[in-house]
Every structure is written in structure tokens, then in C-alpha cells.
């Protein structure tokens, strides 16, 4: 069985940093074909996607927002990384990873509301 | 990337059926037949009902059907019952940079 989750901060200030780790168990990151995913989702609003690490280290990033992410992984601890520079009110969501394999993002993890606010 | 374009919500009495459509562009739906919908009860988190355009993971009724005619994707939902009340969102992938683009989501109410 795939289960994800999210960790972090669930409140930062405008400017800073937003780092977010996503812990899973019942996959590999070293299979062939397997990546891992960060998708948001503004209250009210439709989920956006924001970055793909697949197995093989190949990153994908949102165009509208690649020059403020990062992500990585860690294999050998089933964790993967994203990074959000520049915080901004406008970026609070739920903040959603989820397994991707082939073109699906599924299952998704539970979720976590991060909001930014002074 | 435009979001793709979902009715804002439907609604159907139980045992009835609906169809929520999806409407994207050649670059997104209308080249690849990489459509998923996602049904979202509150505070939970999307689950996939649909992908590939009309496959069904396993668990899901086969109540759920999908299909696709030219850049429009549609989602019928047959038998309505009462815990399908949720939003659903489609999704497409859209080439190399863009991996997935969502619709707006459609409000399903069984009424």
C-alpha cells in the first residue's frame, strides 16, 4: 500500500523560505519510472502543479514558478524535498504530494495548510 | 498554461445520470489521451476516479465512465448516489514542461 505525507511549517511570514517534506512508504524512488510530485491547492481553488522528481533525478518544474522551487530526494530515506522562495500571501494552499507514475498523480498524501501571513 | 474549462457544478437526483465535461485545447487534451479526474469530498484529499481518458482504478464503481472527443474530455457518473456528491477535477498532461494542467473543478450536488 502507497502512503504519503507532508511535513513543515504551517505558518510563515511574506519573503521567507517554505521548506516541505514529503515522507513515503510502499515504493521505491530508485524504480524505473517512478517520480514523486508537489501539487497546491489555494482554499476554495483548483490544485496547480508544481514540481516532479523522478527516480532517475530528473526534475520537471511549473513554468510559472520554477525560478522559486526546488525539489530533491533522498532515496535511501523515502523522503522528497521542495523548496518555495519568496513566500507570498497569495501562495497559502494545502500543499499536496502525491506518487506519480506514468502520466497519474496517485495516491495523493493528506495534505498540509500552509498559510503566509505577517 | 490556461487551467482547462469545467461547468462550475451539476447537479442530479439519485439513481440519475450526469456528465461534467472538460474542455482543454490541442495542446493539452486534444494531443494526448493522458486525461485524469479526481473526485475531492471536503477536507480530503483528490482521489482518482478516472485516468488514461476512460480507465477506471480498481475500487472505483463502474458507475464512473470517461471518454474524449477531440479537445473535450467528459466524465459521466450513472446511478447517481449520495456519497458522489464532491467536486471533481479533470486533469491532462500537456507535453515535456507542463506536466499536468487542472480544470476549475465542477461542484457535483445529488440532490
Known amino acids: 500500500q502507497i502512503t504519503l505525507k507532508e511535513s513543515g511549517p504551517t505558518l510563515v511570514k511574506p519573503t521567507q523560505t517554505l521548506t516541505l517534506t514529503c515522507t513515503f512508504s510502499?515504493?521505491?524512488?530508485?524504480?524505473?519510472?517512478?517520480?514523486v510530485g508537489w501539487i497546491r491547492q489555494p482554499p476554495g481553488k483548483a490544485p496547480e502543479w508544481l514540481a516532479v522528481?523522478?527516480?532517475?533525478?530528473?526534475?520537471r518544474y511549473s513554468q510559472a514558478l520554477k525560478t522559486r522551487l526546488t525539489i530533491t530526494k533522498d532515496t535511501s530515506k523515502n523522503q522528497v524535498v521542495l523548496t518555495m522562495t519568496n513566500m507570498d500571501p497569495v501562495d497559502t494552499a494545502t500543499y499536496y504530494c502525491?506518487?506519480?507514475?506514468?502520466?497519474?498523480?496517485?495516491?495523493w498524501g493528506q495534505g498540509i495548510l500552509v498559510t503566509v501571513s505577517s | 498554461q490556461s487551467a482547462l474549462t469545467q461547468p462550475r457544478s451539476v447537479s442530479g437526483s439519485p439513481g440519475q445520470s450526469v456528465t461534467i465535461s472538460c474542455t482543454g485545447t490541442?495542446?493539452?487534451?486534444?494531443?494526448?489521451?493522458?486525461v485524469s479526474w479526481y473526485q475531492q469530498h471536503p477536507g480530503k484529499a483528490p482521489k482518482v476516479v478516472i485516468y488514461?481518458?476512460?480507465k477506471r482504478p480498481s475500487g472505483v464503481p463502474d458507475r464512473f465512465s470517461g471518454s474524449k472527443s477531440g479537445n473535450t474530455a467528459s466524465l459521466t457518473i450513472s446511478g447517481l448516489q449520495a456519497e458522489d456528491e464532491a467536486d471533481y477535477y479533470c486533469?491532462?498532461?500537456?507535453?515535456?514542461?507542463?506536466?499536468?494542467?487542472f480544470g476549475g473543478g465542477t461542484k457535483l450536488t445529488v440532490l
Open positions: 510502499g515504493f521505491s524512488l530508485s524504480t524505473s519510472g517512478v517520480g
Open positions: 486533469c491532462s498532461y500537456a507535453g515535456y514542461y507542463i506536466l499536468a494542467v
Open positions: 490541442s495542446s493539452d487534451v486534444g494531443a494526448y489521451n493522458y
Open positions: 522528481v523522478y527516480w532517475d533525478d530528473d526534475k
Open positions: 488514461d481518458v476512460s
Open positions: 502525491a506518487h506519480r507514475r506514468a502520466w497519474l498523480f496517485d495516491p
